[in-house]
């Protein structure tokens, strides 16, 4: 899966997902990536966030619009992107999963929740002051 | 913060990155970005996990599922479990862009793509095929299966409810990783 959030000069925001699901599901299943809120959220007032990972247990936590909202209210975007993994964590200690957020002010961050199999989340960002994209990762929590 | 504006997106996708900023570049509104980054995943297969010829299904079939969302207008278009039509992002944006609905889904999904002017492709690769057989022949493990017979943890079905719950396992967190996810 791949899950996008793109902010303007101002502030205007999109977001967006595609993705091929998991391997060897059930024929029918459908993950997190269509759903609005789980798979990605935008709001230009605010900013966007998208998820990734075990789409049957985070779609059931809609992260990606926590994520917009803990923003609303105040938080970073890192602190934001922890926020909902750790109220994830709480129900489903061993979920495999992601997020990143950013605001309209330009902010961005990241978080996942920490696997024996998956500490570290690689994510890719471009903005003004780069002349390509940058990868970049976050320890799991 | 950097000033705007921004891309952002999970798993180290650079191209899809590029994509996108190329688009905001040249012109493009923050929906063309995030279409264009995300439509270029879909034809590259971005790590097997989007886009055609990847994770295949119990019957061996891909099917794309994806969303847009324009963050101003609150409007979303997607189409969950699409069947035969690779630029599954695209048809999400002909949802939105045409329709007054937000999210339509398998082979119904796959008519109005073609309404759209999408073409009807099979999704399958020699590779899909080949992860399939492989599943297979390894009697169907691993599976999304709980609480029927026979018992999905050694063998292929097709199942049955089981009487009774004689399994309450939570979500299916070794079946997903790194390798295959959302």
């Known amino acids: 899966t791949i899950g996008m959030v793109v902010i303007g000069k101002s502030g205007h925001t999109a977001s967006g997902t595609t993705s091929n699901g998991a391997n060897h599901k059930i024929h029918g299943r459908v993950g997190d990536s269509p759903v609005a809120g789980a798979g990605s959220y935008a709001d230009s007032t605010v900013g966007g966030a998208a998820a990734t990972g075990d789409g049957d247990t985070m779609m059931r936590f809609l992260p990606s619009y926590q994520a917009v909202e803990y ?12 926020k909902v993994i750790s109220r994830i964590q709480k ?31 690689h994510f890719m960002v471009y903005h003004s002051l780069q002349s390509q994209p940058s990868e970049e990762k976050v320890d799991c929590i | 913060a950097p000033p705007l504006p921004l891309v952002i997106n999970t798993w180290p996708f650079g191209n899809a990155t590029r994509a996108a900023w190329s688009k905001l570049q040249a012109g493009g509104s923050e929906l063309d ?20 010829g990847g994770h295949p299904d119990e019957l061996g079939e891909t099917t794309l599922d994806a969303m847009i969302m324009d963050g101003t207008t609150m409007e979303v278009g997607a189409v969950a479990g699409l069947r035969r039509i690779k630029n599954a992002i695209g048809v999400a944006r002909k949802v939105m862009e045409h329709t007054r609905h937000t999210l339509l889904v398998g082979e119904s999904a796959t008519q109005f793509a073609e309404a759209m002017g999408f073409p009807n492709e099979d999704l399958s690769t020699n590779h899909s095929l080949s992860v399939y057989s492989e599943w297979l022949r390894q009697n169907c493990q691993p599976n999304f299966w709980k609480n029927v017979i026979p018992d999905a943890s ?5 199942y049955k409810p089981a009487r009774g719950l004689v399994q309450r396992k939570g979500p299916a967190t070794g079946k997903i990783n790194i390798h295959s996810h959302d």
């Open chain 1, 71 to 82: 923003m609303r209210a105040g938080d970073d975007p890192a602190s934001a992107c922890k």
């Open chain 1, 91 to 121: 129900h489903v200690p061993h979920f495999f999963g992601a997020v990143i957020c950013a605001n309209i002010t330009g902010g961005y961050g990241a978080a996942c929740n920490k696997l024996p199999e998956f500490s570290q989340f």
């Open chain 2, 33 to 52: 970005a995030v279409e264009s980054g995300c439509s270029l995943c879909e034809a590259q297969q971005c790590d097997g996990s989007v886009g055609f």
């Open chain 2, 154 to 158: 050694k063998s292929c079905g097709p």
